[in-house]
């Protein structure tokens, strides 16, 4: 979610699309009252208060030739953040199929005119003999293969609905692969990411390795400047830097995302696009990261970006296999073990209201 972002207010009622905050027994939620009792959301509460009366009417953003109200659609949703890294989820369970169109994504994903998110996630039936599988539109459209964050948010919201209480743990279909997500008893969700994909060709990058296929340390143009980079997959690309080849390290919170971060994710040398992380090191087991994510622009964390940058960072010698790493949303705990060569992300997930809209 770009920090910048704000909800909309003192919007028109119009019957053309309504937001409605709806008990749990819509999403047929087995709880009662409060159908996630391990959640620490502090908006939960208002939510709960206002679901069995209210409804919320948000104008319609393009008003245009369409079929009536009556013929449209009924999507219902919960809308979850990771770190302010935030996403509709969808209970698409009856359907291999995701229930709406990347097009009709980018709408609900708007800030001003939607729901507002950064990607809309689709829980599916299970694949390859995993338990659920996960699939994920972005806010431009565009669907990636995984996402940090929202596999902490779709963790959460399967032990929402399948009423899961305490430690739990299932498999997960992904783009990237098979995902083992397990709930914690304090809440927080703790991921086994897999093994990060080092060979540059398969992350993919056209940068020549530096360390046999891997891209290391690397010198890149951009801007005008050549930047040192390393180059990590977690089932999607990610370009780390900690700084220019002139510089004595990042203060990130300096960096100009708006402006440096499109170039990177557009540059030539990446034929899928890539996640960019630019990395101050705070101490070897401490580090402060911004990302700017391919398809969603600047958002307040990044998952796979957390994991991607603890690897790049023992890679090139600047941290131990477990660190704390902020982002703009808060922390995340990462460890990269020698002995499986997995990567495991530990970090909260909140659900924020659920509702219902008309497509």
Not at 164 to 171: A, V
Request: with cysteine; proline share 8%; charged share 20%.
């Amino acid at each position: 979610m770009a920090a910048a972002s704000h909800a909309p207010c003192g919007v028109a009622a119009s019957p053309s699309r309504r937001l409605l905050l709806k008990p749990p027994s819509l999403f047929r939620f087995r709880a009662s009252s409060n159908p996630n009792p391990s959640s620490r959301s502090r908006v939960r509460p208002l939510a709960l208060a206002l679901a069995s009366s209210t409804s919320v009417s948000v104008q319609s953003p393009m008003p245009s030739p369409s079929p009536s109200s009556s013929s449209r659609s009924l999507l219902h949703f919960v809308k979850y953040h990771g770190l302010g890294n935030d996403f509709i989820m969808v209970d698409n369970r009856d359907s291999p199929h995701p229930r709406i169109t990347p097009h009709q994504a980018v709408n609900l994903c708007h800030r001003n005119f939607g729901i507002g998110a950064d990607g809309v996630i689709f829980l599916l039936p299970g694949t390859n003999s995993a338990d659920y599988t996960m699939r994920i539109f972005n806010s431009d459209g565009s669907e990636p293969e995984m996402c940090g964050n929202g596999v902490r948010c779709f963790a959460r919201f399967i032990a929402q609905l399948e009423n899961h209480q305490g430690k739990h743990s299932f498999t997960i279909h992904t783009g990237a692969g098979l995902i083992v997500p397990e709930i914690q008893e304090d809440g927080q969700v703790k991921v086994d990411m897999g093994q990060p994909i080092l060979a540059g060709p398969e992350v993919p990058t056209k940068i020549p390795g530096t360390q046999n296929d891997a891209v290391v340390k690397a010198g890149l143009e951009v801007d005008g400047l050549t930047w040192n980079v390393t180059c990590v997959s977690m089932g999607n690309p990610h370009c780390i830097t900690f700084g220019t080849a002139d510089s004595q390290g990042l203060e990130v919170d300096k960096i100009k995302l708006a402006e440096i971060g499109p170039k990177f994710e557009h540059h030539e040398l990446f034929p899928a696009r890539t996640n960019t992380e630019f990395v101050q090191i705070l101490s070897r087991s401490h580090l402060k990261m911004r990302v700017w994510e391919r398809g969603a622009g600047a958002t307040l964390a990044c998952g796979t970006g957390a994991c991607a940058t603890v690897v790049a960072a023992v890679l090139e010698g600047h941290a131990e296999r477990r660190c704390i790493v902020d982002l703009p949303g808060g922390p995340l705990e990462i460890e990269w073990r020698e002995e499986d060569n997995h990567v495991y992300m530990t970090g909260p997930a909140e659900s924020v209201f659920y509702g219902s809209i008309l497509l």
